[in-house]
């Protein structure tokens, strides 16, 4: 049997989910509700305590209740994931204020538009690490993971012990590609060493 769900949430201690529920009461006859108060919208709908019973609660044939769309995501892509999360399991979704409805036409229409725009959020993100990421090249900054590898002590123990690239790896804990670079990285060291030596010895 289907069954009207709402869901309700406030951002902060001062605010009350009481207007929300007037709004859905007034339309709608509620089998069950759940929220999520004082819950900021920056938190992804899956992690929100409320949202996620709710989630697990559903059944194919339900319907969820909100008064606003944004009280299902922190943005267009997580307000499209959440919706569609819902669509998969058979749920429809109404949101009072957008007059949102996922069961029809226009409810699909707007679904389409909200994976575009979505889509378009993606894309923008992605411009702007981008971007970033190519100021701080400018800038000389290092924007690799912090080297935690000793090559000289990975070389050492290997040539102490007579030991093969993957012996050494798992000693190490680390991958054979980082044992190749640790011998390549002292090899390529030392050659630039013998090279200084015989240039210096030129220069005396």
Known sequence: MSATIAYVRVSTDDQTTNAQRHAIESRYKVARWFSDEATSGAIKAKDRAGFSQLLSYVREGDTVVVYAIDRLGRNTIDVLETVEALKA????????????????????????????????ERSNIKERQLAGLEKARAEGKNLGREKVIDDGAVVQWR????????????????????????????????????????KSCANE
């Open 89 to 120: 399991k058979g749920v429809a979704v109404l949101s009072i204020r957008e007059g949102f409805d996922l069961s029809t036409p226009m409810g699909k229409m707007m679904l389409t538009m909200l994976a575009g725009l979505a889509e378009l």
């Open 159 to 198: 040539q102490e012990n007579s030991a093969s690239i993957k012996a050494t790896a798992d000693h190490f804990g680390i991958s054979a590609a980082s044992v190749k670079r640790a011998c390549r990285a002292i090899k390529i060291g030392a050659q630039q060493a013998s090279l200084h030596s015989r």
